[in-house]
C-alpha cells in the first residue's frame, strides 16, 4: 500500500491516509524572519497557503518554535478546516488557546496509544531533546514526536531532537519501526552561537536508525535556513560512506507501507517454455535488503504458466482475451502491483545476472530517470537477423539520461506514480512503451538505457508471426509517428541492404543461425509487415525512414 505523502519543508508534512488528512508541523509562511530574526529568510518556497487547506482532519505539532507552531499557519488552517482537531504538548496547546483555538478541538499529546477516531490510525508521543528532555511539574512533555501506527506499519517522526537514551529506549520499546522520519541540521558550535539549538547530525541520524533496525529513513530540518542547512549531496555521500542496509528517501512522495519495493510485472500467454527459468532467476536476485513481488498478468494461458505461476507464490491477475491489449493488461498489472518501482519483463526473457533488478533500478531510485530501459540480447533459437537487430537497438554502452523516446517493455522499469499517471495506450496494437515514453519526455520526463542490465530475450517464431509483429507495431507507430511512412520501393531497397549487410557480418565470422535461407526469410518478412502497416501515411524525410527501418 502506497501512503501518499507531502514535505512541505523543516519538518513539514501532509499525510494522506485513507480516512483522514494529517498535517504535522506546517510551516507554510515566512514568520520567522518576520518576527525573530531578519536574516532568517527561508530557502524553500511555501507549498500553497495555510488557507487554502480545508481537508485537514487533525494537525500534529510537536512543540512551541515558530518554525513548528507557526503563529501565521495554524490559527489560518483552524479556520479553514473547521473539523479540524490539534495534538501538541501542554506548552503548544496553551498557545493555541491563546489564538482562540477552542478546547474541544485540543488533545494533548499522550505517552499511551490513543486511536483517532474513525481512521485508523493510532498515534503515540514520544519524548524529544532539544537539547534535553522537559517536563513540567505534572511530568507532561514540551518536546515531542510521534509515532503513528496504520496497517500494522509504523512510522516515527522525531519532531525536533537529538539523539538522547531515553528517546531511544521509548521508541525502541514500539519496534518494529517501518519507517523514520529524523532531523540532520547538527547541533554545533556555530549555531548554538547564533542562538540556533540543533539537532541530530547525518551520522547521528543514520546511526540511530541503524541501532532500531528500521527499513526507511527520510531525513528533514535541513532544507529552510541557510544557517541550519544541509544539501541533498551531503545527505547521501553520508549514506553511501556508512553503507547503511536502510532506504534512504529524500523528499518522498508516498511512504511504501506495504512491505514490497519492487513489483515485477509480467505478461503471459502460454509462457511455460521459459517462465520457470525466468522466476527462479528473479528468486535468485541480489537485492541488498529489498523485498520483490511478481505479478502474473495472464490472457488465457493454456499450457502450464498459471501451475508455474503458483508454484512461486505469483500474485496472478487475469485479463479476457477479447478485452486484451498489450497496454491495457499492462495497466491492470501495473495497478494490482504495490512496490516503488515496476519492472516490466516478458514472460520468455531471462535476466543474465543476478543483479539484474538492482541494475534496473537504480536510476529510478536515484531519480536520475522515470522510465528505463535494459540490454536484450537474442537467445540461442533467435533468428541471426533478429540477434542483429538487437545489437542494433540495445548497444553495450549505457545511456543515462538517452536522447530520443525509444523504449522496449521486454525488459523495462518505471516509477511506479509514473506509471500510473501516464498510463499506457490501451488501444495501440504495440509499442505503448515507446507511446508512454514519448509523453513522459515531451512533458519534461527522463528516459534511460541500461546497457549492464541485459536479459536473454528468446524467440522461436514461424515467418508469419514475424510479419504479424512487424505489422502491429508499423500500425502503432502511425499514433506514435504520424510523419512516418514506408513505401513499396522502400520496403524492397531494405530487404536486399539488410539481407546484404546480414551475409557481410556472417562472411566476418559472425555466429549464429546464418543459413541464408533464413535469413532471407526474416528480412522480407520484416519490413513486409512494416509496409503493409504502415503504408496508409504520408511521406517522411529519407532522414527518419532511415533512422526507423534501415538496419546498420
Given at each position: 500500500m502506497k501512503l501518499p505523502v507531502r514535505y512541505l519543508g523543516q519538518s513539514g508534512w501532509r499525510l494522506q491516509f485513507p480516512e483522514a488528512i494529517i498535517y504535522i508541523d506546517p510551516y507554510l509562511s515566512n514568520s520567522v524572519q518576520e518576527l525573530d530574526a531578519?536574516?532568517?529568510?527561508?530557502?524553500?518556497?511555501?507549498?500553497?497557503?495555510?488557507?487554502?487547506?480545508?481537508?485537514a482532519d487533525y494537525v500534529l505539532i510537536t512543540h512551541e518554535h515558530m518554525d513548528h507552531c507557526d503563529p501565521f499557519t495554524i490559527p489560518k488552517i483552524a479556520e479553514a478546516s473547521p473539523q479540524s482537531k490539534f495534538i501538541a504538548p501542554m506548552p503548544v496547546l496553551t498557545i493555541l488557546r491563546g489564538w482562540g483555538i477552542n478546547e474541544n478541538r485540543l488533545i494533548l499529546a499522550s505517552e499511551k496509544w490513543e486511536t483517532l477516531a474513525n481512521t485508523g490510525v493510532e498515534i503515540?508521543?514520544?519524548?524529544?531533546?532539544?537539547?534535553?528532555?522537559?517536563?513540567?511539574?505534572?511530568?507532561?512533555?514540551?518536546?515531542?514526536?510521534?509515532?503513528?501506527?496504520?496497517?500494522?506499519?509504523?512510522?516515527?517522526?522525531?519532531?525536533?531532537?537529538?539523539?538522547?537514551?531515553?528517546?531511544?529506549?521509548?521508541?525502541?520499546?514500539?519496534?518494529?519501526?517501518?519507517?523514520?522520519?529524523?532531523?540532520?541540521?547538527?547541533?554545533?558550535?556555530?549555531?548554538?552561537?547564533?542562538?540556533?539549538?540543533g539537532n541530530m547530525s547525518i551520522r547521528e541520524a543514520f546511526q540511530f536508525a541503524l541501532d532500531l533496525d528500521v527499513e526507511n529513513v527520510i531525513p528533514v530540518h535541513w532544507d529552510m535556513f541557510q544557517i541550519n542547512s544541509a544539501s541533498p549531496e551531503e545527505i547521501r555521500a553520508v549514506y553511501d560512506h556508512m553503507g547503511c542496509d536502510f532506504r534512504l528517501h529524500i523528499e518522498p512522495d508516498y511512504i511504501n507501507i506495504g512491505g514490497v519495493d519492487i513489483s515485477v510485472v509480467i505478461r503471459t500467454l502460454n509462457e511455460e517454455e521459459y517462465l520457470e527459468e525466468l522466476l527462479e532467476k528473479i528468486g535468485n536476485q541480489d537485492l541488498k535488503g529489498l523485498k520483490a513481488e511478481v505479478v502474473i498478468v495472464d490472457s488465457g494461458s493454456k499450457d502450464k504458466t498459471l501451475s508455474i505461476a503458483n508454484k512461486f507464490g505469483c500474485h496472478v491477475v487475469h485479463i479476457e482475451?477479447?478485452?486484451?491489449?498489450?497496454?491495457?493488461?499492462?495497466?491492470?498489472?501495473?495497478?494490482?502491483?504495490?512496490?516503488?518501482?515496476?519492472?516490466?519483463?516478458?514472460?520468455?526473457?531471462?535476466?543474465?545476472?543476478?543483479?539484474?533488478?538492482?541494475?534496473?533500478?537504480?536510476?529510478?531510485?536515484?531519480?536520475?530517470?522515470?522510465?528505463?530501459?535494459?540490454?536484450?540480447?537474442?537467445?540461442?533459437?533467435?533468428?541471426?537477423?533478429?540477434?542483429?537487430?538487437?545489437?542494433?537497438?540495445y548497444p553495450k554502452v549505457s545511456q543515462i539520461p538517452q536522447d530520443g523516446f525509444f523504449c522496449n517493455n521486454a525488459n523495462s522499469a518505471i516509477r511506479r506514480e509514473v506509471c500510473l499517471d501516464y498510463l499506457f495506450d490501451e488501444e495501440l496494437t504495440g509499442l505503448e512503451d515507446m507511446e508512454l515514453a514519448k509523453r513522459l519526455v515531451q512533458s519534461g520526463g527522463v528516459v534511460a538505457y541500461i546497457a549492464d542490465a541485459p536479459v536473454y530475450h528468446n524467440h522461436a517464431e514461424t515467418w508469419s508471426q514475424i510479419r504479424r509483429r512487424f505489422e502491429r507495431e508499423a500500425i502503432a507507430l502511425q499514433k506514435i509517428m504520424p510523419q512516418l511512412q514506408i513505401d513499396f520501393f522502400d520496403m524492397l531497397r531494405y530487404v536486399v541492404t539488410s539481407c546484404i549487410k546480414d551475409l557481410s557480418a556472417v562472411a566476418k565470422g559472425v555466429s549464429g543461425n546464418t543459413k541464408v535461407k533464413d535469413i532471407i526469410l526474416y528480412r522480407w518478412n520484416q519490413y513486409l509487415g512494416s509496409w503493409v502497416g504502415n503504408r496508409q501515411h504520408r511521406k517522411l524525410s529519407y532522414k527518419e525512414k532511415e533512422k526507423y527501418f534501415f538496419p546498420e
Open positions: 531578519p536574516d532568517l529568510a527561508r530557502l524553500r518556497p511555501i507549498p500553497f497557503s495555510p488557507e487554502s487547506i480545508h481537508d503515540h508521543a514520544i519524548p524529544a531533546a532539544h537539547l534535553h528532555i522537559q517536563r513540567d511539574v505534572s511530568g507532561h512533555l514540551s518536546y515531542v514526536g510521534y509515532i503513528l501506527q496504520y496497517a500494522g506499519r509504523r512510522m516515527y517522526f522525531a519532531g525536533d531532537t537529538c539523539v538522547h537514551p531515553e528517546v531511544f529506549d521509548a521508541v525502541a520499546m514500539h519496534s518494529p519501526i517501518h519507517t523514520v522520519v529524523l532531523p540532520v541540521n547538527e547541533h554545533n558550535y556555530y549555531r548554538a552561537q547564533r542562538g540556533i539549538v482475451k477479447e478485452n486484451f491489449s498489450f497496454g491495457r493488461s499492462l495497466n491492470l498489472g501495473c495497478r494490482s502491483a504495490v512496490g516503488d518501482v515496476l519492472v516490466i519483463a516478458s514472460g520468455h526473457c531471462v535476466p543474465v545476472g543476478n543483479d539484474w533488478l538492482m541494475k534496473m533500478c537504480k536510476p529510478i531510485f536515484e531519480k536520475k530517470a522515470e522510465y528505463v530501459y535494459g540490454r536484450q540480447v537474442g537467445g540461442v533459437r533467435n533468428y541471426f537477423s533478429e540477434h542483429r537487430i538487437f545489437e542494433k537497438y
